[in-house]
Nanobody
Framework: QVRVVETGGGSVEAGGSLRLSCTASGYIYKGGCMGWFRQAPGKERERVARVVVGGTTTYYADSVKGRFILSQDNAKKTIYLQMNSLEPDDTAMYYC????????????????WGQGTQVTVSS
């Protein structure tokens, strides 16, 4: 059993920064995948960033490249999403997800999901 818990989020003005954290407890192994998704009202869930568990390979959506940075603490099974230069279009519920399948084989079909944390960016 794997439990995924997000923390962070909140409200910020455009141009500001926020940091999200996500911890996966349970059996998430090196070589698996952890990542962030977001969903704005009336829109489909969007992949934001993902990282190979215990590795260095990261993937970013074009919409966040250069602004968001995903990092991980292997010992804590925790990933962080540093969000800089936030824009109103970044407003969404942000979800963390984890899986023991490699990132390269996953789309949005992660097995384990957190409850989500709201990010609101005002103009």
């Amino acid at each position: 059993q794997v439990r995924v818990v997000e923390t962070g989020g909140g409200s910020v003005e455009a141009g500001g920064s926020l940091r999200l954290s996500c911890t996966a407890s349970g059996y998430i192994y090196k070589g698996g995948c952890m990542g962030w998704f977001r969903q704005a009202p009336g829109k489909e869930r969007e992949r934001v960033a993902r990282v190979v568990v215990g590795g260095t390979t990261t993937y970013y959506a074009d919409s966040v490249k250069g602004r968001f940075i995903l990092s991980q603490d292997n010992a804590k099974k925790t990933i962080y999403l540093q969000m800089n230069s936030l824009e109103p279009d970044d407003t969404a519920m942000y979800y963390c997800a984890a899986d023991n399948i490699p990132c390269s084989r996953l789309s949005s079909d992660f097995t384990y999901w957190g409850q989500g944390t709201q990010v609101t960016v005002s103009s």
